[in-house]
Antibody, heavy 120, light 107 residues
C-alpha cells in the first residue's frame, strides 16, 4: 500500500527539541520531492519545508527558518524534521506530503499527521 | 510574498453545484491545486494543475483558472462533500502557498 506514516510527536516545553519522522512505503521514495505541512488547532494549512529527491535542495518557511531542519534517508525510505527552540506557536498537527510526478508543486500523498504540542 | 484569498464558507443545496473560489494576483499564470480536508482527517488532493483529477476523484469535481481567480466546482453536491477546501500554488519565492480555506456545507 502506498502510504506515509508520521511518528515522533508529543508534548514538549517551550525551548525544547523534537524529531519527527515520516516512513514511506509502496512507492520509490528516492524519486520524489517531499514536504512538511502543519496545521495549528482550528486553523488552515501552513507549508513548513521542502526537500528535493536527493536532499540537495531545501527550502523553509520564514516562520521556522533556523529552528527546524528537514532531512531524508533514501536508504531507509524516511523523511525527518528536527525541531529545536520550539515555541507555543509551533503547536500543530504536522503532515509529511509527497510532491507530484510533474514538478508542478501539488502534494499528491499525505500522511495521517502527528500532533506536536508546545507548552510555555 | 504571494497570497491566496478564499471565501470563509460556502453553502450548497444537496444535488446542486458548489463553486469555491481562490483569488490571487494573476493566478491564471500559476498551476493551482485543490485539497479536500474532512473533519479530523488529512488533506486529499482533488484537483491538480488547474483542472486535472487524480485517480479516484469523482468527475463531479472540476477546476478552472483564469485572470485573478481559480475556481473549484463540485457538481451534484453530496453530503459526503462537506469539508474544508484549500487552494495552493507553488511560488518561486514563498514556495508552497495555501489559501485560508473554505468550509463547504451541504444543506
Amino acid at each position: 500500500e502506498v502510504q506515509l506514516v508520521e511518528s515522533g510527536g508529543g508534548s514538549i516545553q517551550s525551548g525544547g527539541s523534537l524529531r519527527l519522522a515520516c516512513a514511506a512505503s509502496g512507492f520509490t521514495f528516492s524519486g520524489y520531492e517531499m514536504n512538511w505541512v502543519r496545521q495549528a488547532p482550528g486553523k488552515g494549512l501552513e507549508w513548513v519545508s521542502y526537500i528535493n529527491s536527493n536532499g540537495g535542495t531545501i527550502y523553509y518557511a520564514d516562520s521556522v527558518k533556523g529552528r527546524l531542519t528537514i532531512s531524508r534517508d533514501n536508504a531507509k525510505n524516511s523523511l525527518y524534521l528536527q525541531m529545536s527552540n520550539l515555541r507555543a506557536e509551533d503547536t500543530a498537527v504536522y503532515y509529511c506530503a509527497r510532491g507530484d510526478d510533474y514538478g508542478s508543486g501539488s502534494l499528491d500523498l499525505w500522511g495521517q499527521g502527528i500532533l506536536v504540542t508546545v507548552s510555555s | 510574498s504571494y497570497e491566496l484569498t478564499q471565501t470563509l464558507s460556502v453553502s450548497v443545496a444537496l444535488g446542486q453545484t458548489a463553486r469555491i473560489t481562490c483569488e490571487g494576483d494573476n493566478i491564471g499564470s500559476e498551476n493551482v491545486h485543490w485539497y479536500q480536508q474532512k473533519s479530523g482527517q488529512a488533506p486529499v488532493l482533488v484537483i491538480y494543475r488547474d483542472n486535472n483529477r487524480p485517480s479516484g476523484i469523482p468527475e463531479r469535481f472540476s477546476g478552472s483558472n483564469s485572470g485573478n481567480t481559480a475556481t473549484l466546482t463540485i457538481s451534484r453536491a453530496q453530503a459526503g462533500d462537506e469539508a474544508d477546501y484549500y487552494c495552493q500554488v507553488w511560488d518561486t519565492t514563498t514556495h508552497a502557498v495555501f489559501g485560508g480555506g473554505t468550509k463547504l456545507t451541504v444543506v
